[in-house]
């Protein structure tokens, strides 16, 4: 099942790569490109117009999160950046921007379209500080307290092992090192089946995980200041959130 579930959502990101290089869309259907309901609640209208300014089409199209990590990050001239679920690309070149030429940003995604999509996007930018790695988000490969801060957008809910993510998060942060996540998450007093009922696991609402369970899992991984808090509705019960956390200095 944790097999068949990951091929569904590389298939579904593939389709959305492709969906991009052939000028049609993010390839995903009229609603938002990850999710199941409006353009809205997903995709870049959730990142200001003069953030988007300077992008390349292309990596703009093709985000498909249901936030703007970049807003709650707070990166800084010279750090090192790692965005779980990279896609076209559009968090990594944002934080490239932030972190300047001394900074460094990794973008990780296991679909080779997005990858492709994405070091075609880094190249009309020119963006000499950014590097796309394949790989899975539950074995991040890069070493041990590596990273300063970790972004991702809308991903860690697509996760079939999220222990693992939250894991590895804290295993590549360096002490003092922060996490800066958007996510769908639901409020607790939904079940997994009732998660279930209000969207799909590919269109990132079967799989998020309740408030309580994204605290707990940061905190069990060894993380410190956990922060979730709600921005926008998904579906009832499910929402957008801001999620942070610290790991010890």
Same mark, same amino acid.
């Given at each position: 099942?944790?097999?068949?579930?990951?091929?569904?959502?590389?298939?579904?990101?593939?389709?959305?790569?492709?969906?991009?290089?052939?000028?049609?869309?993010?390839?995903?259907?009229?609603?938002?490109?990850?999710?199941?309901?409006?353009? &809205? %609640?997903?995709?870049?209208?959730?990142?200001?117009?003069?953030? $988007?300014?300077?992008? #390349?089409?292309?990596? !703009?199209?093709? =985000?498909?999160?249901?936030g703007n990590p970049l807003a709650v990050a707070d990166l800084h001239p010279g750090e090192t950046v790692l965005d779980l679920g990279s896609g076209g690309g559009i968090d990594v070149l944002l934080s490239?921007?932030?972190?300047?030429?001394?900074?460094?940003?990794?973008?990780?995604?296991?679909?080779?379209?997005?990858?492709?999509?994405?070091?075609?996007?880094?190249?009309?930018?020119?963006?000499?500080?950014?590097?796309?790695?394949?790989?899975?988000?539950?074995?991040?490969?890069?070493?041990?307290?590596?990273?300063?801060?970790?972004?991702?957008?809308?991903?860690?809910?697509? &996760? %079939?092992?999220?222990?693992?993510?939250?894991?590895?998060?804290? $295993?590549?942060?360096? #002490?003092?090192?922060? !996490?800066?996540? =958007?996510?769908?998450?639901?409020?607790?007093?939904?079940?997994?089946?009732?998660?279930?009922?209000?969207g799909s696991y590919v269109g990132c609402v079967a799989g998020a995980l309740s408030e309580t369970e994204y605290r707990s899992g940061l905190e069990q991984a060894g993380l410190v200041d956990v922060e979730?808090?709600?921005?926008?509705?998904?579906?009832?019960?499910?929402?957008?959130?801001?999620?942070?956390?610290?790991?010890?200095?």
């Amino acid at each position: 099942m944790t097999t068949d579930l990951r091929e569904q959502v590389r298939e579904r990101y593939a389709e959305a790569a492709l969906g991009v290089d052939n000028g049609t869309g993010c390839g995903c259907g009229d609603g938002g490109c990850c999710g199941d309901e409006t353009s &809205s %609640t997903f995709g870049n209208s959730l990142y200001d117009a003069d953030e $988007r300014a300077g992008l #390349p089409d292309a990596a !703009v199209t093709a =985000s498909l999160g249901c936030g703007n990590p970049l807003a709650v990050a707070d990166l800084h001239p010279g750090e090192t950046v790692l965005d779980l679920g990279s896609g076209g690309g559009i968090d990594v070149l944002l934080s490239a921007r932030r972190v300047g030429p001394r900074g460094t940003v990794y973008g990780l995604d296991m679909t080779d379209e997005m990858l492709a999509l994405a070091q075609r996007n880094a190249e009309k930018a020119r963006a000499k500080n950014v590097h796309f790695l394949k790989g899975l988000i539950e074995d991040i490969p890069l070493p041990a307290e590596s990273v300063d801060v970790v972004i991702s957008n809308c991903v860690v809910n697509l &996760s %079939t092992d999220k222990p693992a993510v939250l894991a590895e998060i804290a $295993r590549v942060l360096r #002490p003092g090192g922060r !996490v800066g996540i =958007s996510d769908v998450v639901a409020e607790d007093r939904l079940s997994v089946e009732e998660r279930a009922e209000r969207g799909s696991y590919v269109g990132c609402v079967a799989g998020a995980l309740s408030e309580t369970e994204y605290r707990s899992g940061l905190e069990q991984a060894g993380l410190v200041d956990v922060e979730v808090r709600f921005t926008h509705r998904v579906a009832d019960g499910m929402h957008s959130a801001i999620v942070r956390a610290t790991k010890l200095a």
